[in-house]
């Protein structure tokens, strides 16, 4: 028996099935339907709602088809800076949404979208047909009011539409801040609707910043009351009563290097000569999992946190201070509980074997890295011989390292100095001394020689570990990343497999180059992001078999689960413990992953929203900088001193009429044949900022 249709809904459907692929009017589907003239204004909003949905497609001139299943995906929005968006779906691939082909959709919402036929630039691209499931996460926007009553328009990332604001609010003003909640889309011809959650601060007063970049990412400076209750019972322990058990090495000429403005130090080095005159270097680093325990509050808290976050001066730590600056901090002359890794290795450079041992410390020094880099240069100061055999050794391991295919990205930081308004009165690059580059190597050796240890084991035991990893990246970002580099002029051909040597090769030939910075940004950017996983994969970048984090437990959540895994190892190891750890691990090293991604996106809009501050007091100078990025309304320059980025617009180029080639990154004056490179070194003025739309105009300078 067939079964008829029960409404009109599934008239229309089982209609356009029978057509698939043919775009009717809506005049003709209602005929062959026999819609009555009477139904027929419902039946159009019946057409809209339909499409509305995702059911059938909504083409020109009110013409319909059905949906062609096979052009349709489900992925998760993600908007970008400039209002467009990119879908992510399982399996990874990620297609470009353009801003008037996304609404009614919100930041990380679940969607069905439909691949476009016609693709315009190099990733797939897709418009959004139906929401599947809200993100609900909190939207944070400017107030403002107009003649109808107060809207709201949001921070990226966020759709670039104004929200209506619903309710009655009493001392709100023009220009808060504020966190949105209740938030309604319904159609993307529509407002969006919100309700207002907290004021957060104005964001013209740069003392507000760091407040609502908190709030915006949900960072919290205090600690829940459990986590303090515990606190009060942790206290250092008597060094004498847990000797036994502990390396003392109390007596040993052990330091920390540090920049000067470090809050805590949870890494210690020392270096002494075998009998075999080979180097015994140690690291020594803070024994947080002593003070942590599985299951308490204190550890249920930083695994939440995962990571510590830092927006300049102020740190949301992932441990009270407590911890973190008094039991855990290396302080010279303080006794303090370690976990330490002796490597032995050759005069040339060959790890030749390593120890791993709880211990006790008691720092001599507290150098930062100028200091003791000062001190090497000098050849004269406090612990100058250890000093400068380090140095040495850093280079032979260096050297070592780079030549098996290890990559040294060396792209500068900003760094600022503020006036007393929290505006920055001057930014410079940061600068890479060789101490630093010292402390990074010892770093990276500890890790490694950690992660091999555990590696090595595991073939026979199979024991879940927490592992640092980097896949190699994407065919089609290795092939755009050589074009870009061949337009820049640098004479360099594909390979056929790409391996970190062949990035070497690359950053060897910047030495002197006026866009050195600019290349290795976009080989970085080129790069598939590092994660934590319970899976023992190598690291492309380092060139490493295996690694892990070890070094770093006051602030890293990962490292603290590597210190609890090798005391666990140390000893007898039990069933039960072995599969609670391959059940929770996978888990945790996702999530960890993904806050890092997270903190790591705050840490970078404070930085954004500093330099903007920065910029916007220098409007009429003229500055020096390189071209970043081209696009059919103008280039992107980042000004080579402060390494701030504005956009010169097309319309501005009034001397010629420009034209775009994506193929060559370019703009290109039809009259006067004058063209603008990616990578083009030119002159320009801050023309206009907008602190709120984190925007800075610039205007060519001949």
Same mark, same amino acid.
């Given at each position: 028996?067939?079964?008829?249709?029960?409404?009109?809904?599934?008239?229309?459907?089982?209609?356009?099935?029978?057509?698939?692929?043919?775009?009717?009017?809506?005049?003709?589907?209602?005929?062959?339907?026999?819609?009555?003239?009477?139904?027929?204004?419902?039946?159009?909003?019946?057409?809209?709602?339909?499409?509305?949905?995702?059911?059938?497609?909504?083409?020109?001139?009110?013409?319909?088809?059905?949906? *062609?299943?096979?052009?349709?995906?489900?992925?998760?929005?993600?908007?970008?800076?400039?209002?467009?968006?990119?879908?992510?779906?399982? *399996?990874?691939?990620?297609?470009?949404?353009?801003?008037?082909?996304?609404?009614?959709?919100?930041?990380?919402?679940?969607?069905?979208?439909?691949?476009?036929?016609?693709?315009?630039?190099?990733?797939?691209?897709?418009?959004?047909?139906?929401?599947?499931?809200?993100?609900?996460?909190?939207?944070?926007?400017?107030?403002?009011?107009?003649?109808?009553?107060?809207?709201?328009?949001?921070?990226?990332?966020?759709?670039?539409?104004?929200?209506?604001?619903?309710?009655?609010?009493?001392?709100?003003?023009?220009?808060?801040?504020?966190?949105?909640?209740?938030?309604?889309?319904?159609?993307?011809?529509?407002?969006?609707?919100?309700?207002?959650?907290?004021?957060?601060?104005?964001?013209?007063?740069?003392? *507000?910043?760091?407040?609502?970049?908190?709030?915006?990412?949900?960072?919290?400076?205090?600690?829940?009351?459990?986590?303090?209750?515990?606190?009060?019972?942790?206290?250092?322990?008597?060094?004498?009563?847990?000797?036994?058990?502990?390396?003392?090495?109390?007596?040993?000429?052990?330091?920390?290097?540090?920049?000067?403005?470090?809050?805590?130090?949870?890494?210690?080095?020392?270096?002494?000569?075998?009998?075999?005159?080979?180097?015994?270097?140690?690291?020594?680093?803070?024994?947080?999992?002593?003070?942590?325990?599985?299951?308490?509050?204190?550890?249920?808290?930083?695994?939440?946190?995962?990571?510590?976050?830092?927006?300049?001066?102020?740190?949301?730590?992932?441990?009270?201070?407590?911890?973190?600056?008094?039991?855990?901090?290396?302080?010279?002359?303080?006794?303090?509980?370690?976990?330490?890794?002796?490597?032995?290795?050759?005069?040339?450079?060959?790890?030749?074997?390593?120890?791993?041992?709880?211990?006790?410390?008691?720092?001599?020094?507290?150098?930062?890295?100028?200091?003791?880099?000062?001190?090497?240069?000098?050849?004269?100061?406090?612990?100058?011989?250890?000093?400068?055999?380090?140095?040495?050794?850093?280079?032979?391991?260096?050297?070592?390292?780079?030549?098996?295919?290890?990559?040294?990205?060396?792209?500068?930081?900003?760094?600022?100095?503020?006036?007393?308004?929290?505006?920055?009165?001057?930014?410079?690059?940061?600068?890479?001394?060789?101490?630093?580059?010292?402390?990074?190597?010892?770093?990276?050796?500890?890790?490694?020689?950690?992660?091999?240890?555990?590696?090595?084991?595991?073939?026979?035991?199979?024991?879940?570990?927490?592992?640092?990893?980097?896949?190699?990246?994407?065919?089609?970002?290795?092939?755009?990343?050589?074009?870009?580099?061949?337009?820049?002029?640098?004479?360099?051909?594909?390979?056929?497999?790409?391996?970190?040597?062949?990035?070497?090769?690359?950053?060897?030939?910047?030495?002197?180059?006026?866009?050195?910075?600019?290349?290795?940004?976009?080989?970085?950017?080129?790069?598939?992001?590092?994660?934590?996983?319970?899976?023992?994969?190598?690291?492309?970048?380092?060139?490493?078999?295996?690694?892990?984090?070890?070094?770093?437990?006051?602030?890293?959540?990962?490292?603290?689960?590597?210190?609890?895994?090798?005391?666990?190892?140390?000893?007898?190891?039990?069933?039960?413990?072995?599969?609670?750890?391959?059940?929770?691990?996978?888990?945790?090293?996702?999530?960890?992953?993904?806050?890092?991604?997270?903190?790591?996106?705050?840490?970078?809009?404070?930085?954004?929203?500093?330099?903007?501050?920065?910029?916007?007091?220098?409007?009429?100078?003229?500055?020096?900088?390189?071209?970043?990025?081209?696009?059919?309304?103008?280039?992107?320059?980042?000004?080579?001193?402060?390494?701030?980025?504005?956009?010169?617009?097309?319309?501005?180029?009034?001397?010629?009429?420009?034209?775009?080639?994506?193929?060559?990154?370019?703009?290109?004056?039809?009259?006067?044949?004058?063209?603008?490179?990616?990578?083009?070194?030119?002159?320009?003025?801050?023309?206009?900022?907008?602190?709120?739309?984190?925007?800075?105009?610039?205007?060519?300078?001949?």
């Amino acid at each position: 028996m067939i079964k008829k249709p029960k409404n009109t809904a599934e008239l229309i459907i089982n209609f356009l099935n029978k057509n698939k692929g043919i775009f009717y009017k809506q005049k003709k589907i209602s005929r062959a339907l026999e819609i009555s003239n009477s139904k027929y204004p419902s039946f159009k909003k019946l057409l809209r709602s339909l499409s509305d949905e995702g059911k059938i497609e909504h083409g020109r001139k009110n013409s319909y088809r059905i949906r *062609d299943k096979c052009r349709t995906v489900e992925g998760i929005i993600s908007y970008s800076t400039r209002g467009f968006g990119f879908l992510q779906t399982e *399996d990874g691939t990620e297609f470009f949404i353009n801003a008037y082909d996304i609404a009614p959709a919100f930041h990380h919402d679940k969607v069905l979208a439909e691949k476009n036929k016609r693709q315009k630039g190099e990733k797939p691209e897709a418009k959004v047909i139906k929401i599947l499931k809200r993100a609900n996460e909190p939207v944070f926007a400017i107030l403002k009011k107009n003649k109808h009553g107060w809207i709201a328009l949001p921070e990226l990332p966020a759709p670039l539409v104004d929200f209506h604001i619903i309710g009655e609010y009493e001392k709100i003003k023009d220009g808060q801040m504020v966190e949105l909640m209740n938030l309604e889309w319904d159609h993307p011809k529509t407002m969006p609707r919100a309700e207002i959650k907290t004021v957060l601060g104005s964001p013209d007063d740069p003392r *507000d910043d760091v407040v609502i970049l908190k709030k915006m990412f949900g960072l919290k400076d205090y600690f829940p009351r459990k986590v303090n209750e515990e606190l009060k019972e942790i206290k250092l322990p008597a060094i004498s009563k847990i000797l036994k058990d502990r390396l003392d090495l109390r007596e040993m000429d052990i330091f920390t290097i540090d920049p000067p403005n470090a809050k805590d130090f949870d890494d210690a080095v020392s270096l002494e000569k075998t009998k075999e005159n080979n180097w015994l270097l140690g690291v020594h680093i803070a024994d947080v999992s002593y003070y942590v325990k599985p299951g308490s509050a204190l550890d249920k808290e930083a695994r939440k946190r995962s990571t510590s976050v830092y927006l300049g001066e102020s740190v949301v730590s992932m441990l009270p201070e407590k911890i973190s600056n008094e039991l855990c901090s290396l302080q010279p002359g303080k006794e303090r509980l370690t976990y330490s890794i002796f490597i032995e290795i050759s005069p040339d450079g060959r790890v030749l074997s390593y120890k791993i041992n709880t211990s006790v410390i008691k720092s001599k020094k507290r150098f930062t890295y100028k200091e003791a880099n000062g001190i090497i240069k000098k050849g004269e100061g406090k612990f100058f011989s250890i000093l400068s055999d380090m140095n040495n050794l850093s280079k032979k391991l260096f050297k070592r390292r780079t030549e098996k295919g290890s990559i040294d990205f060396d792209i500068p930081e900003p760094v600022f100095n503020y006036n007393s308004d929290g505006v920055p009165s001057e930014i410079k690059a940061s600068e890479r001394l060789a101490t630093n580059r010292l402390i990074e190597e010892f770093m990276l050796l500890a890790n490694k020689c950690i992660a091999e240890n555990i590696a090595e084991k595991r073939k026979k035991e199979k024991l879940p570990f927490v592992y640092r990893i980097h896949e190699p990246p994407p065919e089609e970002s290795v092939t755009g990343l050589y074009q870009i580099l061949q337009k820049l002029g640098m004479n360099l051909t594909r390979p056929k497999h790409f391996h970190p040597k062949d990035l070497n090769i690359i950053l060897k030939q910047l030495d002197g180059m006026p866009f050195k910075n600019f290349v290795e940004q976009i080989s970085l950017r080129s790069m598939s992001k590092a994660v934590y996983t319970n899976k023992p994969f190598s690291h492309f970048g380092l060139a490493f078999l295996h690694y892990t984090h070890f070094t770093s437990p006051i602030r890293r959540y990962p490292d603290l689960i590597v210190h609890r895994l090798l005391k666990k190892y140390a000893g007898k190891i039990d069933s039960e413990s072995l599969t609670y750890f391959r059940r929770s691990l996978p888990h945790m090293t996702n999530y960890c992953s993904e806050i890092e991604r997270k903190a790591q996106e705050a840490e970078r809009e404070f930085i954004k929203l500093k330099q903007i501050r920065y910029i916007s007091k220098k409007i009429g100078e003229i500055h020096k900088g390189i071209i970043t990025g081209v696009i059919d309304f103008g280039f992107f320059v980042e000004i080579s001193d402060c390494l701030v980025e504005g956009l010169v617009h097309v319309r501005t180029l009034n001397n010629d009429y420009y034209s775009y080639n994506e193929e060559e990154h370019s703009l290109k004056g039809s009259r006067k044949g004058r063209v603008f490179r990616l990578g083009d070194i030119v002159n320009v003025k801050v023309e206009a900022v907008s602190v709120k739309n984190r925007r800075v105009d610039f205007t060519w300078v001949e």
